[in-house]
């Protein structure tokens, strides 16, 4: 039987109500979420806006009271859960949403044993757990949410602004990352397809989405940081190629100590 199944693991505490539908709409994305549950001492009143919409989506509410003061017992049990997930469930893939960075080693353990950690989390989120997971979305880029039912100042958020040229050619990141997946992937001519160029920043950058930059496909970024030559091959896909001179492909050494 294959492993296909996806579990959400909701740390309450630090993810806002009002992202669970983009949260879920992302993660279908890589298959069927077959476990949802969110973790929090549901007696707290701060928890209201997810208390009022789990059955509305089908999450279950893991109770976990806190025992000692300024001790998270959420994190833990929800630690806990995961384990006995990855050693109990035919799972392909994780979801977890917080933005608390004590999630880095168990989003590294579950990597290690094979599975893809899909992090949803704010700007706030301290790097190592963005950079331990698979692929991290920051919730502030999502665009306008539905905001929650007791939460009616959310309705005030906005979409995230689209980073201008200069902002975008100064990321420097960015422009390194760009110009290494093109490098990567560009044949004798130094033509890379787009789609290999996203391929190769995702699995080498987890927290890289355009919609971190407010740009809701990659072409758009690439077309507004104005790095890149471009054109289109016999089929209409994009190509790219740097526009630095004596640019060329690295070797296989090169790729390897950049």
């Known amino acids: 039987m294959e492993n296909n199944g996806i579990a959400l693991l909701i740390d309450a505490d630090n993810c806002p109500a009002s992202r669970i539908t983009d949260i879920l709409d992302e993660l279908s994305k890589y298959g069927v979420i077959n476990i949802r549950r969110a973790y929090g001492d549901w007696k707290n009143p701060a928890l209201n806006g997810w208390a009022e919409i789990l059955h ?20 833990s049990a929800l630690i806990i859960d995961a384990m006995d997930l990855l050693y109990t469930q035919r799972l392909s893939a994780f979801g977890i949403a917080s933005s608390d960075s004590d999630f880095t080693p168990l989003a ?18 301290p790097q190592p757990f963005v950079n331990a997971c698979t692929k991290f979305l920051f ?17 005030n958020l906005t979409a995230p602004a689209k980073k201008t040229t ?22 004798e001519e130094g033509w890379a397809a787009l789609g290999g160029v996203g391929s190769h920043m995702n699995k080498n950058w987890s927290a890289f989405d355009p919609r971190n930059f407010g740009y809701a496909k990659l072409s758009d970024l690439v077309i507004a940081s104005e790095l890149f030559e471009l054109r289109r091959d016999n089929h209409n896909h994009m190509q790219l190629r740097s526009t630095r001179k004596n640019s060329k492909k690295p070797s296989p050494l090169e790729q390897a100590n950049p």
């Open 56 to 75: 509305e989506y089908a999450i279950q509410p893991m109770q976990q009271f806190a025992y000692t003061k300024r001790k998270n017992a959420t994190d």
């Open 108 to 125: 590294m353990r579950l990597r290690a044993n094979g599975l893809k950690v899909f992090g949803f989390g704010e700007e706030k989120t």
């Open 139 to 155: 919730l502030e880029n999502f665009g306008l949410p539905a905001p929650a039912p007791s939460s009616v100042a959310q309705a």
């Open 166 to 187: 200069n902002e975008l050619r100064s990321d420097t990141r960015l422009v390194t990352n760009l110009r290494n997946a093109v490098a990567a992937v560009s044949d």
